[in-house]
């Protein structure tokens, strides 16, 4: 009897699995309509949170609530497509000021290198009609220099790039809109394994997102105080990283280093200071503050962490990163009622010792 239920343990165990792995291979099919949907589902949640506090401490009418927080996250939305396209023409105006700036940086490095003991002349020794001695500094250096062209090239890539995120946008607005409408607000939530999901996500999405306005507004602050092109964009971009734990706040605090490098105004003081302040100030919160805040509300193992930033990065991409901590806290609280699935959800959180399948 033992026997047999412990083999029928292993089966449910076994097609699990096989059932993670076509569920997985399904969102990575489905990816082009399940980001945006997702991506709504969770705007949505951020948006009936401010729905629900203008209706609870202002007493707006529930309709009236819902349409003013629509109302607000469009003209957010259009605030962000006007700061991105603002960024754009400022890169694409100063395009030539920084492939001047690069040319001679890299100009310098090139003479500063111990070139000469490679067979590298300073100077060329050519006759006309003769086959030149050997190649110089200076014809390497004139090989480095970057054209135009290439910058141009660059931006317009990043300028594509941006126009298909904001297109993407459009439809995950879309999605928002609908969910927004056909939210119940007149049903109580009763307890459940769908109350809870919404209490705990909630309040991840609330903590994460203030801490993450705080983390973008004092980037942004620093660097424009800094003369730092682009700050207001790199604020931006650390409010949006922060979201992705530990790697997030790196990639924020590196982003701004290859326009200070560029820029012919910016010095070494210029440079260090905005990779100090800004990683302190990633430091600081990510560490310290916002895990006060926010306590141990998903339960989550920061190996899993990391497992499901992979996880999700290999299916969605970026996209897959900035919701892998909601995505696997939804995942391991719709595992945590049932017999078969519980060991998982334990795996999850840490608690090697409750993993047994016996």
């Not at 292993?10 to 099919?29: F, M």
């Not at 790039?161 to 946008?169: A, G, R, Y």
């Amino acid at each position: 009897m033992e026997h047999g239920l412990r083999e029928s343990r292993i089966q449910t165990v076994c097609l699990l699995i096989l059932c993670a792995i076509a569920v997985a291979a399904s969102l990575y099919w489905l990816r082009p309509v399940m980001i945006p949907l997702v991506l709504a589902v969770f705007f949505s949640l951020c948006l009936s949170m401010m729905a629900e506090v203008l209706t609870l401490r202002f007493k707006f009418p529930k309709v009236l609530a819902m349409g003013t927080t629509l109302l607000i996250a469009s003209l957010f939305f259009l605030l962000l497509v006007t700061l991105i396209s603002s960024s754009v023409r400022q890169l694409a105006n100063q395009a030539g000021a920084y492939q001047d700036s690069l040319n001679t940086i890299v100009e310098n490095i090139i003479h500063k290198l111990p070139l000469e003991r490679l067979g590298l002349s300073k100077e060329t020794n050519r006759v006309e009609g003769e086959e030149p001695l050997k190649p110089t500094i200076a014809d390497l250096s004139a090989m480095m220099k970057m054209p135009l062209d290439t910058i141009g090239s660059l931006l317009l890539s990043t300028t594509n790039t941006l126009l298909e995120l904001l297109q993407k946008s459009v439809l995950v607005l879309i999605f928002v809109f609908f969910l927004m409408i056909g939210q119940r607000t007149d049903a109580a939530q009763g307890p459940g394994v769908l109350a809870e999901i919404q209490t705990r996500i909630k309040r991840y999405l609330l903590t994460k997102a203030a801490a993450s306005a705080v983390t973008g507004l004092l980037v942004g602050s620093i660097l424009s105080l800094l003369n730092v092109d682009l700050a207001i964009v790199f604020g931006l971009s650390a409010f949006l990283l922060n979201f992705i734990p530990s790697i997030g706040s790196i990639i924020a605090t590196l982003l701004p280093l290859p326009i200070i490098l560029i820029s012919p105004e910016n010095s070494d003081t210029t440079l260090i200071l905005a990779m100090l302040l800004p990683g302190s100030v990633q430091l600081l919160i990510g560490n310290f503050l916002e895990p006060k805040i926010q306590g141990d509300s998903l339960d989550l193992h920061p190996v899993t962490i990391l497992v499901a930033l992979i996880f999700w990065g290999m299916l969605w991409g970026a996209v897959g990163m900035f919701l892998a901590i909601p995505m696997t806290a939804i995942l391991k609280i719709l595992m945590e009622p049932y017999t078969y699935t519980r060991p998982f959800a334990q795996l999850m959180a840490g608690k090697f010792e409750s993993w047994d399948l016996t």
